[in-house]
């Protein structure tokens, strides 16, 4: 996901995020995934906020997978912070998420039936709602604190509120948002809360999870399909497929 020589600027680039000119003008240090951005902070660097929680094993992986890939490529260019959301940020009644999600993950009828159940889009805005009003202002607190350039997430239960937070706080201050990025962690399918139409790209590892975003709302210009994060010896070998397997 994370390629070589791969920061961009709005202006350069042909796999950039969209922002309307106006906007582009207002955050000349909006950036994307492309080549190296003016530097907006006083050491040059850009201050990537990376969102996950500590639900099953693969979303704190895939977060310092991307963590990792970004200070091997660019190094001193990034700032990068991995905080997880509900632990960390979204307080009471949250900070225990991880555990009941542990819970549900042992008890496989309860676990289906959260998941089916969350699947249904009133269920979906009813819980939605509820997390808002609880955790809106936690969370505006904490991205106001760090200030970061750009937030990307990997984890299904993020996309919501956080995007609710960036909204609200860009009608306060009449700026422009900070740019959001999904990273789809799930290969065979996802759940429809990994989705949020409004995020700038979203990443999508195959074509069942990319037909779930587009029925999600998703517009095509703003879904790339990429692989899941991998560690650096993964994506560093240059191996043939042949050596790998005769290895």
């Not at 860009?170 to 799930?186: Q, W």
Request: charged share 25%; glycine share 6%.
């Amino acid at each position: 996901i994370v390629e070589e020589n791969s920061w961009e600027t709005h202006e350069e680039g042909s796999a950039r995020i969209n922002m309307s000119p106006a906007a582009a003008a207002d955050r000349q240090d909006s950036f994307a995934l492309g080549q190296a951005p003016a530097p907006a902070r006083k050491n040059g660097s850009k201050k990537v906020l990376i969102l996950m929680s500590d639900t099953g094993g693969g979303h704190r992986a895939s977060a310092e997978a991307l963590k990792a890939a970004m200070l091997e490529l660019h190094g001193a260019l990034c700032d990068v912070t991995i905080v997880d959301f509900w632990v960390e940020w979204a307080g009471f009644p949250f900070q225990r998420f991880p555990q009941q999600y542990a819970f549900l993950a042992r008890h496989p009828i309860l676990w289906k039936a959260s998941y089916v159940a969350t699947k249904n889009p009133v269920v979906r805005v009813l819980m939605d709602f509820m997390v808002d009003l609880i955790a809106h202002d936690r969370i505006r607190g904490a991205i106001q604190e760090l200030n970061p350039d750009i937030i990307i997430s990997v984890h299904p239960l993020v996309q919501q509120l956080t995007m609710s937070v960036l909204d609200a706080m860009e009608e306060m201050s009449a700026l422009p948002r900070v740019p959001f990025v999904t990273v789809v962690t799930d290969f065979g399918d996802a759940h429809p809360t990994w989705f949020h139409r409004d995020v700038d790209v979203c990443y999508v590892p195959s074509e069942p999870v990319k037909a779930v975003a587009e029925g999600e709302g998703l517009a095509d210009d703003r879904l790339r399909m990429f692989g899941l994060p991998v560690r650096s010896s993964f994506w560093k070998d240059t191996r043939s497929r042949e050596q790998v397997r005769a290895a």
